[in-house]
């Protein structure tokens, strides 16, 4: 049981790396023409933070998504690099 709780924990790492490599990638890419496609995508989140004010203490919650097409493909191969290693 142990073995698939961190099997799980693996999965969700390659996936995560897959994202911030490909959304790093497809903003890279939208400089160049023919692979600006790459950089296609949307933005999704709070666009305004939500401010929590306790008087003693004040919390700030925010939280922002932008996915493209190259974190699409990032997280395809991080899905099938994680298949290859584990499997």
Same mark, same amino acid.
């Given at each position: 049981?142990?073995?698939? /709780?961190?099997?799980?924990?693996?999965?969700?790492?390659?996936? @995560?790396?897959?994202? !911030? $490599?490909?959304?790093?990638? %497809?903003?890279?890419?939208?400089?160049?023409?023919?692979?600006?496609?790459?950089?296609? /995508?949307?933005?999704?989140?709070?666009?305004?933070?939500?401010? @929590?004010?306790?008087? !003693? $203490?004040?919390?700030?919650? %925010?939280?922002?998504?932008?996915?493209?097409?190259?974190?699409?493909?990032?997280?395809?191969?991080?899905?099938?690099?994680?298949?290859?290693?584990?499997?």
């Amino acid at each position: 049981m142990a073995v698939k /709780g961190k099997s799980a924990w693996i999965l969700i790492l390659f996936i @995560l790396c897959g994202i !911030v $490599i490909g959304g790093l990638l %497809g903003q890279l890419a939208s400089s160049v023409d023919w692979l600006s496609w790459l950089s296609y /995508g949307q933005e999704f989140g709070l666009s305004t933070p939500v401010n @929590l004010n306790l008087q !003693v $203490i004040s919390i700030t919650f %925010g939280l922002m998504f932008k996915i493209n097409i190259a974190s699409i493909i990032g997280i395809i191969v991080a899905i099938v690099m994680y298949r290859l290693v584990i499997h």
